[in-house]
């Protein structure tokens, strides 16, 4: 329980400005979702490429799609990346008006669209 602490015990922080990558992989319960959303949603600079969310499979991405838009999340600031036409999607989402500050996806779709990449 608590908030989620790196392998060495110490709590898992990220600065504001941090734009370096984070993979969470722990036990369930750990508060990881929240954390992590919490952090994203203060982030100071909001001028930058939205984060991306990979989780392990659909009811994944699904929990935190739901708990993104409970942490204050707008939704129309999050894109589920996922089914036919997700790229055209994203595209029109980052085109258009609206800021885009999460893009949330699963790892098989992660996997399919970089396979088909190269």
């Known amino acids: 329980g608590g908030a989620p602490r790196t392998g060495r015990g110490e709590p898992l922080t990220a600065p504001a400005s941090s734009s370096h990558g984070l993979i969470l992989a722990d036990d369930m319960g750990a508060g990881k979702t929240v954390s992590v959303l919490s952090g994203l949603l203060l982030r100071e600079t909001f001028d930058r490429a939205p984060s991306l969310v990979v989780g392990p499979n ?29 790229r055209e999607r994203l595209e029109t989402a980052l085109k258009g008006r609206r800021r885009v500050r999460l893009v949330l996806t699963d790892r098989y779709v992660l996997m399919n669209d970089l396979h088909d990449a190269v």
């Open 58 to 86: 659909v009811p994944v991405v699904d929990q935190w799609h739901e708990h993104a838009l409970r942490c204050g999340f707008k939704e129309s600031e999050v894109v589920i990346y996922r089914g036919a036409g997700r």
